[in-house]
């Protein structure tokens, strides 16, 4: 792989670190922020949601655009404006008496950045790279992720020792120049056709009424693992004190346990899926079996090396899962739809992150034992719902492998698969994306 190519891979592979940073460096702190600011525990838990629930809505809208004038023109912008955000809520606490408000402006403003982020990123990758290539650089921003989660909880806990507003300066030393890196060095191919709203949404309709049904099931797949891992994460680190007397930064690494075997496994796993579309499938299939079981061992376990060593397995299993199911995705739609049906699994994403911990803290009510036998039963549908819904052969538009296994001859695959990208009609002479032909004009693209 060229210079060039690493580079666009490193700034692209920033991007996921840098937003995952927006909730998960201030966890550490909020004891801290909540005396500095004398708020109630309300209060203090508003500085998530109004960063997550702002990211959620913006994310399609942001696909949409991005769909019309190029991902680049819209990720710059989009980190540019969330390390604002964080300068705003920084410059607040740190000038004003009663900052609040202001920091509160600042998380809003940096949730509609965040919006414009990661899953754009993911796209944009989908847009670069093709084939085999595609599914490693996607494994190393599922990766990439995964790390910012990792290092996430010690570094703000680090910047905290400075003082407790110092985490929100951060956002904007790392994501403005991001922005600059992303607008200035980042090569998108070009966008071939402007389509005007009425055929744009005729094609999304499209990809929903040939597709609807398997990629709403991977969505779901993508939303549940979030949904658990982040709500385990939430219950354990409020757990880790009174329970094992784990506290500081010793609670931070072993909160790194799940969170670092998938990310180290994500990337593992995004490297082997090259070209191998036919373990996708069974890829999250195993994952979730293994997310029941990790999970359901977690109810049973007490003493705490047991107990972390199966949320490492649940790390295990969500880190195959990922990969997978995020390449499904971005191959479900033909580069013109892919920015808004990527983003809008990058929305149910947020939502899974978001709803977790509160419905974990609820159920902890009903005893652990329940709270990660209901985990592990979720596990389990998603499961059950993956093997009879998400379909391979539907979703993998964009790689040539759409129909596989459906004809009986290579010459009647070829043909079948140029006849879906076209939209039913005869291909002609013009190869279309979906056939053996486009996807090599992915890769000189890309």
């Given at each position: 792989?060229?210079?060039?190519?690493?580079?666009?891979?490193?700034?692209?592979?920033?991007?996921?670190?840098?937003?995952?940073?927006?909730?998960?460096?201030?966890?550490?702190?909020?004891?801290?922020?909540?005396?500095?600011?004398?708020?109630?525990?309300?209060?203090?838990?508003?500085?998530?949601?109004?960063?997550?629930?702002?990211?959620?809505?913006?994310?399609?809208?942001?696909?949409?655009?991005?769909?019309?004038?190029?991902?680049?023109?819209?990720?710059?912008?989009?980190?540019?404006?969330?390390?604002?955000?964080?300068?705003?809520?920084?410059?607040?606490?740190?000038?004003?008496?009663?900052?609040?408000?202001?920091?509160?402006?600042?998380?809003?403003?940096?949730?509609?950045?965040?919006?414009?982020?990661?899953?754009?990123?993911?796209?944009?990758?989908?847009?670069?790279?093709?084939?085999?290539?595609?599914?490693?650089?996607?494994?190393?921003?599922?990766?990439?992720?995964?790390?910012?989660?990792?290092?996430?909880?010690?570094?703000?806990?680090?910047?905290?020792?400075?003082?407790?507003?110092?985490?929100?300066?951060?956002?904007?030393?790392?994501?403005?120049?991001?922005?600059?890196?992303?607008?200035?060095?980042?090569?998108?191919?070009?966008?071939?056709?402007?389509?005007?709203?009425?055929?744009?949404?005729?094609?999304?309709?499209?990809?929903?009424?040939?597709?609807?049904?398997?990629?709403?099931?991977?969505?779901l797949a993508g939303m549940a693992m979030l949904f658990l891992l982040f709500g385990v994460l939430s219950t354990v680190s409020d757990q880790l004190g009174p329970r094992y007397g784990i506290r500081g930064f010793a609670g931070g690494l072993v909160l790194a346990i799940p969170v670092g075997t998938m990310a180290g496994v994500a990337y593992v796993a995004g490297s082997y899926f090259q070209d191998r579309w036919e373990v996708l499938k069974p890829a999250i299939l195993a994952g979730a079996g293994l997310a029941a079981a990790s999970l359901a061992a977690a109810a049973v376990f007490e003493a705490l090396v047991p107990f972390m060593a199966a949320l490492g397995f649940l790390g295990v299993a969500i880190g195959a899962m990922l990969p997978a199911i995020n390449m499904l995705v971005t191959s479900a739609a033909r580069r013109e739809e892919r920015g808004l049906v990527t983003s809008l699994y990058g929305a149910v994403r947020f939502i899974g992150v978001a709803v977790g911990p509160p419905a974990f803290a609820m159920a902890i009510g009903l005893g652990r034992p329940v709270m990660f036998g209901g985990a592990a039963a979720l596990a389990g549908l998603v499961l059950v719902l993956a093997w009879w819904l998400i379909k391979p052969d539907k979703l993998l538009v964009a790689t040539g492998q759409e129909g596989a296994g459906s004809s009986d001859t290579p010459g009647s695959q070829a043909e079948s698969t140029g006849n879906e990208a076209s939209g039913g009609e005869a291909s002609g002479g013009k190869e279309r994306e979906g056939t053996p032909g486009r996807w090599r004009e992915l890769e000189e693209e890309g």
């Open positions: 792989m060229d210079k060039r190519r690493l580079l666009h891979i490193a700034i692209l592979g920033a991007v996921p670190f840098i937003m995952v940073l927006g909730n998960s460096m201030l966890i550490p702190v909020l004891p801290q922020l909540q005396e500095a600011m004398g708020l109630t525990q309300l209060e203090v838990a508003l500085l998530i949601t109004l960063f997550s629930a702002p990211a959620a809505v913006v994310i399609p809208f942001a696909g949409i655009v991005s769909d019309h004038v190029g991902r680049r023109k819209v990720i710059a912008p989009a980190l540019l404006v969330y390390g604002l955000g964080g300068l705003i809520a920084g410059a607040a606490a740190l000038l004003l008496r009663d900052p609040y408000p202001l920091v509160l402006a600042g998380r809003v403003v940096q949730g509609i950045g965040a919006g414009g982020t990661y899953l754009l990123a993911v796209a944009l990758a989908g847009d670069i790279f093709a084939g085999g290539g595609r599914t490693r650089v996607l494994g190393i921003l599922e990766a990439a992720n995964g790390a910012g989660k990792v290092v996430s909880p010690v570094l703000g806990a680090a910047v905290g020792l400075i003082s407790w507003w110092a985490p929100f300066f951060v956002y904007g030393v790392l994501a403005i120049p991001a922005g600059l890196l992303v607008w200035f060095l980042i090569e998108e191919p070009p966008i071939k056709e402007t389509r005007n709203l009425a055929a744009y949404g005729r094609a999304l309709v499209r990809v929903f009424r040939e597709r609807g049904v398997p990629l709403a099931a991977t969505y």
